[in-house]
Nanobody, 122 residues
Framework: QVQLVESGGGLVQAGGSLSLSCAASGRTNSLYAMGWFRQAPGKEREFIAG????????YYSDSVDGRAAISRGAADDTVYLQMNNLKPEDTAVYYC???????????????WGQGTQVTVSS
């Protein structure tokens, strides 16, 4: 089993930045892919960014491309998300995810964090 714990988030003004962190514990040697999803009220979960373990391939959704940066710690058990130029539509619960492959499909990921709220005020 793997446990994911997010930190960061909170209330941010439009145009501001945020940093999210996610620490994995447990059987982390199976975590080929780590990344972030978000879910706004009344909407489906949305893939934000993902990063692979070995070759550090990175993928971003169109909605955050150019405003987000995902990275992984050297020990491969931590993933970070930096977002800039935040917009009110970025308001959502942000989830850290981990699994064996990178995908935009939520069901691909076996492990999810508890989520952290990000609210962007206009």
């Amino acid at each position: 089993q793997v446990q994911l714990v997010e930190s960061g988030g909170g209330l941010v003004q439009a145009g501001g930045s945020l940093s999210l962190s996610c620490a994995a514990s447990g059987r982390t040697n199976s975590l080929y892919a780590m990344g972030w999803f978000r879910q706004a009220p009344g909407k489906e979960r949305e893939f934000i960014a993902g990063i692979s373990q070995v070759d550090r391939k990175i993928y971003y959704s169109d909605s955050v491309d150019g405003r987000a940066a995902i990275s992984r710690g050297a020990a491969d058990d931590t993933v970070y998300l930096q977002m800039n130029n935040l917009k009110p539509e970025d308001t959502a619960v942000y989830y850290c995810v981990a699994g064996r492959s990178i995908s935009k499909v939520p069901e691909t990921y076996a492990y999810w964090g508890q989520g952290t709220q990000v609210t962007v005020s206009s």
